[in-house]
């Protein structure tokens, strides 16, 4: 099987893209927040996937890369939830899920990508 940088990237975009979604939806509908105002938590819970897609639409690389970044923060989020919440573990994990794929993709587009100028370059 033949994978393009392209289509990992895309793959690491839809991840990146996935993860707002699912924090909205966990923090504003499925176990809002008790201790702080949802509008906080939503605002400091999304800001940061919402500067990498904001990037992606100046550079796709840079801000898949500022994603990636933000991404080990959501994976370490979710598996410190998974484990303080067990009613919250299903979302905890996506989120730790999504993280992963994002990472991992964005990796693998990379290396793609560098193996290809190898392979027509000097």
């Not at 890369?65 to 410190?80: K, R």
């Not at 899920?97 to 990796?107: F, Y």
Request: net charge positive; charged share 10%.
């Amino acid at each position: 099987m033949n994978v393009t940088g392209s289509a990992l990237r895309r793959g690491s975009l839809a991840c990146l893209s996935a993860m707002p979604l699912l924090l909205a939806a966990w923090y504003g509908a499925w176990f809002p927040p008790r201790a702080l105002p949802v509008g906080f938590v939503l605002a400091v819970a999304l800001a940061p996937a919402l500067l990498a897609l904001t990037a992606c639409v100046a550079d796709l690389r840079f801000g898949l890369l500022i994603g990636g970044i933000f991404s080990l923060f959501y994976f370490s989020h979710g598996v410190m939830e998974a484990w303080a919440a067990p009613a919250e573990r299903l979302p905890a994990l996506a989120l730790a899920l999504l993280a992963a794929a994002q990472i991992v993709l964005l990796g693998a587009g990379a290396s793609v990508e560098k193996h290809a100028q190898r392979a027509g370059g000097p």
